[in-house]
């Protein structure tokens, strides 16, 4: 993908909007986790150091089109100042006279940080008035915000149609690189790791990669319908009985194509859904195993565990999107705890997207043994379905 790059801009004394991704969880005004932020100062750094002066809009939180306190990104102004060693202003409002006369002031090498860019309506339905009005007197865009690449948003796609030049950053650069780029022609075996709740949110991805990967495993609740469309009891499971014809179209497309689909040949089960909950694994499928009546698979058996972190073991790319149970509980998270270690074990080149997977290699400490941790969860899905991101389209051609 051509688009100019951040390193491409000549910056000294020019105004540059970069849009970040500052979408921080935040408890009563704390912000509790501050990787995003950290994720974007590389770019914010190198347009410092250029002589620019820096104007960064942020979405935060599902505010309704309009101010919500709960939503302001004052504390991030904070912390970013904190990270950087400089001060970095705050406009109350991303339009308007308080946004207009905080950037007027900037001088170089000068950082300014805008109020929420999503209490305003004009932001998500993309009104180029707002757009416009955002852009203000930019020269320069420069989009770092991969997580929100995939929304034709003012902030995203409508701004770089009122500034000369519009290039991406680091991050956005970066992820490209990784998931297209490395992609386009992977070390094999080329492994894909799925996980979640819902086949029918993976099933544009799945078909995807059925023309690319070698080897499919299915983990997470998806699995379940899997295994119940093959005719296994299931018992309370969750899973979208309405989906079986459609897995089963999967599991004969991937025969067809030889891909390989991994399932779990066995399933970890309660009767409870909390921690400390009695477990037990179910025997192997292929010898009889079924999920009784008033209990729920809440993880993959430890056949299943096996035969999957055997393959991990022998792949030479490795995409993992999504856990294999309920992790977050440590009753549950045998399944996903050791197939993490097991992609951090391989010598593979391992690409992590999704956020409980990334959630996942953070609570095990693994994330210095991956290859490459994507920061987009419906960005990532998107690239892998072979999907274009409005806001790497929108950026300037080479």
């Not at 035969?307 to 073991?313: G, I, L, R, T, Y």
């Not at 399944?335 to 391992?350: F, P, R, Y």
Request: proline share 3%; aromatic share 6%; glycine share 12%.
């Amino acid at each position: 993908m051509s688009k100019l790059s951040i390193r491409d801009l000549t910056v000294e004394d020019r105004e540059v909007l970069m849009r970040v991704d500052f979408n921080v969880p935040l408890d009563e005004g704390a912000i509790t986790d501050d990787t995003r932020i950290e994720a974007a100062l590389p770019s914010i750094r190198y347009l410092i150091e250029g002589g620019a002066r820096v104007v960064l809009c942020s979405h935060l939180g599902r505010p309704k089109g309009e101010p919500d306190p709960r939503y302001s990104l004052r504390p991030v102004a904070v912390r970013l100042s904190e990270l950087l060693g400089k001060e970095v202003s705050f406009a109350s409002d991303c339009i308007g006279e308080d946004a207009a006369s905080g950037r007027a002031q900037l001088g170089r090498g000068d950082v300014i940080l805008l109020e929420n860019t999503r209490f305003h309506a004009g932001e998500k339905s993309n009104d180029q008035d707002f757009a416009r009005a955002l852009a203000g007197a930019a020269d320069y865009f420069v989009n770092d915000a991969f997580g929100t690449a995939h929304r034709a948003h003012g902030s995203t796609e409508g701004v770089t149609r009122y500034v000369e030049k519009s290039a991406m950053g680091f991050l956005i650069e970066k992820e490209l690189k990784y998931l297209c780029e490395k992609l386009e022609n992977p070390e094999r075996p080329f492994v894909v790791i799925l996980g979640g709740a819902k086949v029918s949110d993976k099933i544009e991805v799945i078909t995807s990669l059925l023309e690319k990967a070698d080897c499919l495993i299915i983990g997470g609740a998806m699995a379940n319908t899997f295994l119940h469309a093959k005719g296994h009891r299931m018992g309370d499971s969750l899973l979208e009985a309405d989906k079986s014809a459609l897995a089963l179209d999967i599991l004969s497309k991937a025969e067809s194509k030889g891909v390989k689909i991994l399932l779990p040949l066995d399933t970890r089960i309660t009767q409870e859904f909390k921690d400390g909950a009695e477990t037990r694994v179910t025997a192997p499928y292929s010898e009889g195993g079924e999920v009784e009546d008033g209990w729920e698979g809440i993880d993959i058996g430890d056949v299943s565990i096996g035969e999957f972190c055997a393959e991990v073991a022998g792949a030479g790319t490795i995409v993992w999107n999504g856990p294999m149970g309920v992790f977050e509980l440590t009753s549950f998270e045998k399944g996903t705890k050791e197939l993490a270690h097991a992609v951090a074990d391989s010598q593979a080149l391992t690409i992590v997207g999704g956020g409980d997977s990334v959630t996942a290699v953070k609570k095990y400490n693994l994330g210095e043994s991956m290859s490459f941790i994507s920061t987009g969860g419906g960005a990532s899905l998107e690239l892998l379905e072979g999907k274009e991101l409005p806001g790497v389209t929108a950026l300037t051609d080479i």
